[in-house]
């Protein structure tokens, strides 16, 4: 727990891209609030969220930007990804489409984003099993291709969320400090 007081050391401003309805408010209300909502509306407006943790005895303040539900490629303003350092390209792990789309949104963020940006490949939705439609092996391999970090996620059960934001933040914290 951080104190309200504590003066901060880093800010990382990190961007949520990928398709509509693959999880990626979820994936923030879970890391920034803890919650879950069943029924999601598209997200409307909000900005970002931020969380302050402490990374190696300093803190850090994440500050999340999640799409306006506009996920149609270049939709996204280049605005929304100024100043990243680092992106969650997200996709359901129960819906190929999604997942064949991440090569696009790879793309967009090599056009828009900074060129040392750290980019980690999230499949969300792990707690749909039964309903798998994307191999880890082939997500795995993508991510080996692309020079991504991968992980997969579930922001229904809370699985590897709060890892994979502490591991984006590590490895953005590990470069600039
Ligand atoms: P976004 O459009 O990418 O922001 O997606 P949302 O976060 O709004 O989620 C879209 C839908 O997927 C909503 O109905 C969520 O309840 C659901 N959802 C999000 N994350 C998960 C998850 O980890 N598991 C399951 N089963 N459903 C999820
Ligand atoms: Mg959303």
Avoid at 91 to 116: C, M, P, T, V
Avoid at 127 to 144: C, H, M
Wanted: no cysteine.
């Amino acid at each position: 727990q951080v104190n309200l007081n504590q003066k901060i050391d880093y800010v990382f401003k990190i961007v949520l891209v990928g398709d509509s309805a693959v999880g990626k408010s979820q994936l923030l209300a879970r890391f920034a609030r803890n919650e879950f909502n069943i029924d999601s509306k598209a997200t409307i407006g909000v900005e970002f969220q931020t969380k302050t943790l402490f990374i190696d005895h300093k803190t850090v303040k994440a500050q999340i930007w999640d799409t306006a539900g506009q996920e149609r490629y270049r939709a996204v303003t280049s605005a929304y990804y100024r100043g990243a350092v680092g992106a969650m390209l997200v996709y359901d792990i129960s819906k190929r489409q999604s997942f064949d789309h991440a090569a696009k949104w790879l793309e967009e963020l090599r056009e828009h984003a900074d060129g040392n940006i750290i980019i980690m490949l999230v499949g969300n939705k792990s707690d749909l099993g039964s309903l798998r439609a994307v191999p880890v092996e082939d997500a795995k391999e993508f991510a080996q291709k692309e020079n991504l970090f991968f992980v997969e996620t579930s922001a229904l059960d809370a699985t590897n969320v709060e890892s994979a934001f502490l591991s984006i933040l590590t490895e953005i914290y590990g470069i600039v400090s």
